[in-house]
């Protein structure tokens, strides 16, 4: 079994606090070493060898507590990062991991610089003839259906998968995905903040999805990025990551050849 990344996680951080322990250990070596020294030099002298002699067994005291401080860190921190883990234990801490992740919200991005305007590419979102050039990701089609493009205003369009590789992988039929939705925000040239909900019968399509098209200026071009919120449990997110960024290499066609 492939080791869980939290599991060399835990065993880089045992080895390093085995480290700590070693250096902890060696530093008392190194002081009981200067305090032998110490009192040596005191016995020469027999006016201060009671003081010394109390004194050293002060700070024997303290040399010991680091000593065993030491030698516990690096024994803990040895076991730890270089015992072997039972299949239990890496299969245990696999399920904690996927279940913090599925914990954590799930935002799905892409991102692609276009060599064009943030202005010229704003306006790209507006033109619902425009819209359907670029929007389908590569094997599918766009056909705009309602298009009230204002902030409050509302949009409904159908997806259709135009290839045999996606037979059936429809949300609302066969092979077509119906969507609508509203527009949020409109921030020309800047942002662009709509909904979309899936028209399906199965509920892993349902609820409502936050999509953010950021436009970022770099000196006359643009970064466009997307971010996709609240996406439905149905759609896998390496299949959604790979469809927009599809869609960006579909902008950047559209708005570049204008250039």
Request: hydrophobic share 45%; proline share 3%.
């Amino acid at each position: 079994m492939r080791m869980n990344r939290l599991l060399w996680v835990w065993r880089a951080t045992s080895l390093i606090v085995a480290a700590v322990g070693l250096v902890v250990l060696l530093n008392s070596v190194g002081m009981g070493l200067e305090k032998a020294d110490d009192f040596a030099a005191a016995k020469q002298n027999s006016g201060i060898i009671v003081n010394s002699v109390e004194y050293g067994v002060v700070r024997s005291g303290h040399i010991l507590t680091f000593a065993a401080i030491g030698g516990i860190l690096l024994a803990v921190g040895l076991f730890q990062g270089l015992r072997p883990f039972s299949r239990e234990e890496q299969e245990a801490w696999t399920a904690n991991s996927h279940r913090r992740e599925q914990e954590l919200p799930r935002i799905d991005k892409a991102s692609r610089v276009i060599q064009a305007s943030p202005q010229t590419v704003y306006e790209a979102f507006l033109n619902p003839e425009v819209l359907v050039s670029w929007l389908p990701p590569d094997g599918m089609k766009a056909v705009v259906h309602t298009f009230d493009v204002r902030e409050g205003g509302v949009y409904r369009m159908s997806l259709i998968y135009m290839d045999a590789e996606h037979a059936g992988a429809g949300k609302t039929s066969a092979d077509t995905d119906v969507v609508q939705g509203r527009f949020v925000e409109l921030v020309p040239g800047r942002k662009i903040v709509q909904t979309a909900v899936f028209e399906s019968d199965d509920p892993k399509f349902a609820g409502e999805m936050r999509m953010t098209w950021q436009l970022t200026e770099m000196g006359g071009i643009t970064r466009v990025t997307v971010l996709c919120e609240q996406v439905p449990e149905g759609i896998l997110q390496k299949d959604h990551q790979r469809a927009l960024a599809s869609t960006l290499g579909n902008l950047a066609k559209a708005v570049e050849s204008d250039r």
